[in-house]
């Protein structure tokens, strides 16, 4: 393999991506893929990791824009610093979360303009697109009923209420039904039926890619 691609994994909470991760690092070190590197959004750099901490916090007090640009701050640093470099070596890139997330949370979510945040995503990051991207469908309760069984409190976002997530879903899947490089997986069957549906995708698009 000489060049490296960029996959992404996205979902509402609790649909199941940490463990797709797992799965798709298994199903490319399998088929000869070594050199593998691991992001999460908001996050992945030492900026993004301070902006992630607050975006997620339940006492700050956010406005959708400013919630909107420190995301895409976050992204372009992270792009720019981590990921570009990545692929520009020939290693693939495993994301938790990227693009797509703004466009369904910002845009759904938070019910803002889906075409300026597309143009905001064109001016500071151009054409840059993962190959591949993953999404874990899934009803918003039955993830969340998956978070709070961890025990581990809710997040800014996880203390949204069901109607924020329900556009949330729908926005993702408005995205995927206009771009072929997202694959929807229904994230609500068993784990071992999820994880068989990740591998036939992340093994068609090896395939595909030659
Ligand atoms: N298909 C599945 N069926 C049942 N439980 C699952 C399934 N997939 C994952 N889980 C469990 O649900 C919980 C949430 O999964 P995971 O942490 O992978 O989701 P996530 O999307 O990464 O969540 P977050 O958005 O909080 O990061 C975990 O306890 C995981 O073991
Ligand atoms: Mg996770």
């Keep these: 393999m000489t060049a490296g691609s960029f996959i992404v994994v ?7 991506k940490s463990t797709c991760i797992s799965t798709i690092s298994t199903v490319l070190k399998s088929n000869g893929v070594e050199d593998i590197v691991f992001t999460r959004e908001p996050g992945g750099t030492s900026l993004a990791e301070k902006l992630r901490s ?3 916090d339940p006492g700050e007090k956010i406005t959708p824009e400013a919630e ?16 570009r470099p990545a692929l520009d070596r020939g290693s693939f890139v495993v994301g938790d979360r990227h693009d797509l997330s703004s466009v369904a949370y910002q845009g759904g979510g938070r019910s803002m303009d889906i075409q300026m945040i597309k143009n905001i995503r064109r ?3 151009g054409d840059f697109r993962p190959d591949l991207t993953v999404l874990l469908d899934i009803d918003p309760l039955v993830g969340l009923s998956r978070v709070d069984s961890r025990g581990a409190g809710r997040d ?3 203390q949204e209420k069901k109607d924020f997530f329900q556009r949330v879903r ?5 995205e995927a039904a206009l771009d072929s490089t997202i694959k929807v997986i229904d994230a609500s069957r068993s784990l071992e039926d999820v994880t068989l549906n990740i591998k036939h995708a992340v093994e068609e698009f090896l395939c595909s890619r030659g």
């Design 54 to 56: 607050i975006l997620l």
């Design 170 to 174: 729908d926005t993702y899947l408005n």
């Design 68 to 83: 909107l640009l420190m995301m895409y701050a976050s992204r372009v640093q992270l792009v720019n610093t981590v990921i």
């Design 10 to 16: 996205e979902g509402l909470e609790g649909s199941g």
């Design 156 to 158: 800014r976002f996880e």
């Design 123 to 125: 001016s500071v990051l």
